[in-house]
């Protein structure tokens, strides 16, 4: 009887013991399953990181599309397109269209994609009565200034741009020679000029070397380089101005304030 009470004791135990390193081994895989959780997460936070990065939100940017073509995005993805009608890079929705003038490889509005409420400025508006206007646009403030003043451009029928996106000033030239404005935009601060250089239509690259030492600005790049095409890299080379940025077709840059 003792014997028998005895075995029934060791095998309650033995019950309990068992019963005790299940709930351990559960317990082991509840931490181990919060733990996978924890790595989700953190995966998944650094990953929005990089996507917000490769996204440039943090930064202006810039895409050169050629000739005289130019796509610009602001850091909150405000889309701003100048003179339409080379290269590629139309589909991003665009919520302004700046035209220089009339001549169409610059006026191709048409390949734009455009948001609903896309603003459009052409030089109609932007040079109305010989008043140069200002506009702001979603945060973009846009100066029209002076342009053409040579044979093929009118300076009543044509504009340049000084487009302010996050606080970085881009002077985009237009079809033109040097005009008298030129000289004030020294004071201005001035971080990308976009000179035109073909020295068929506009200036050659030597007189648009020459405004870019008047203008001062931090970078001084060359566009409108050949009649007709996306770029002449030649031409480009002959473009011997200070601070000089040479920007390939396709190529987007990150705008800075340096
Ligand atoms: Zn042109």
Do not use: W
């Amino acid at each position: 009887m003792n014997l028998k009470k005895y075995i029934c004791m060791f095998g309650l135990l033995m019950l309990l013991l068992l019963l005790a390193s299940c709930q351990t081994t559960t317990q082991n895989a509840s931490t181990a399953e919060t733990t996978d959780i924890t790595d989700a997460s953190a995966i998944k936070i650094q990953a929005s990181q990089e996507t917000t990065e490769n996204n440039g939100d943090s930064a202006a940017k810039l895409l050169y599309q050629g000739h005289a073509s130019l796509r610009l995005t602001s850091k909150d993805g405000t889309v701003i397109y100048v003179d339409p009608y080379a290269g590629d890079g139309y589909d991003v929705p665009a919520d302004i269209i700046l035209v220089t003038h009339q001549h169409s490889d610059h006026n191709q509005i048409q390949l734009v994609t455009q948001k609903p409420d896309c603003t459009i400025i052409s030089n109609a508006e932007a040079l109305a009565g010989g008043t140069h206007n200002s506009f702001s646009v979603k945060g973009i403030d846009i100066q029209s200034v002076e342009a053409g003043n040579n044979p093929n451009h009118d300076i009543t029928q044509c504009v340049g741009y000084i487009i302010t996106i996050d606080g970085i000033k881009v002077y985009v030239a237009g079809d033109t020679s040097k005009t008298d404005q030129m000289s004030t935009f020294a004071d201005m601060g001035l971080n990308y000029a976009f000179l035109p250089c073909d020295g068929t239509y506009n200036m050659d690259a030597k007189t648009a070397a020459e405004c870019a030492k008047l203008i001062n600005a931090k970078h001084n790049i060359p566009y409108h380089t050949h009649p007709g095409e996306l770029f002449d890299e030649q031409v480009a080379e002959n473009f011997d101005a200070p601070n000089r940025l040479i920007i390939q077709p396709g190529d987007e840059i990150v705008l800075t304030g340096d």
